[in-house]
């Protein structure tokens, strides 16, 4: 009983208010590593798709397949940028194995294992172009379930009805 009554009062400041169990580490963090509702981010993030975790089809793919596919689909805006599209107007990507060993920090038959799995999954098209010249990556999007599409409703509808409320969903892809 005296180590919990000890244990209260060292919890507790000088003004009486019960501090934080993690105050330290909080008060110890310097102001720049938090997020503030006033700053633009400027950090760049990779975009995972929900329906990579939603659509059942896409259940047994594993987290380094995902991942990888988040790191694929943002290298298309480099692909953009360097005009890099096919006859018909499919954007493509190159991108070896070593720069996906490096970048996922796998090793080189790892890099490979998840590469085979979103070719097995239909998330990317591999095409080899000619000996010596490296494949042309072509990232898919993912198929949407029914549950996943919204309902399209606007408050311009012809057909007057009763006002309700739909579940509408985000744009989740």
């Known amino acids: 009983m005296n180590n919990r009554r000890n244990i209260s ?21 310097p102001a720049n590593r938090f997020y503030t509702a006033k700053e633009e981010i400027k950090l760049r993030f990779y975009q995972v798709p929900k329906s990579l975790f939603n659509n059942p089809t896409y259940k047994n793919l594993s987290l380094g397949a995902k991942l990888m596919y988040s790191i694929l689909r ?10 890099w599209e096919d006859e018909n107007g499919y954007i493509y990507l190159i991108f ?3 720069e996906i060993e490096e ?14 799995e979103l070719k097995n999954f239909g998330l990317i098209i ?12 072509y990232v898919l999007k993912p198929l949407l379930t029914e549950s996943l599409k919204c309902k399209n409703s606007t ?7 009763l006002q309700e409320v739909y579940n509408v969903h985000p744009i989740d892809t």
């Open 103 to 116: 970048i996922l920090e796998v090793t080189r038959k790892t890099a490979i294992k998840h590469k085979k």
């Open 74 to 83: 943002d290298r298309l805006d480099v692909s953009i940028k360097n005009k």
């Open 155 to 161: 408050s311009r509808s012809v057909k007057k009805e």
């Open 9 to 29: 009062n060292n919890s507790r400041n000088t003004s009486g208010n019960k501090k934080s169990s993690d105050s330290g580490e909080y008060n110890s963090t």
């Open 126 to 137: 591999d095409k080899r172009v000619g000996q010596g010249n490296p494949n042309r990556i």
């Open 96 to 98: 070896t194995v070593d």
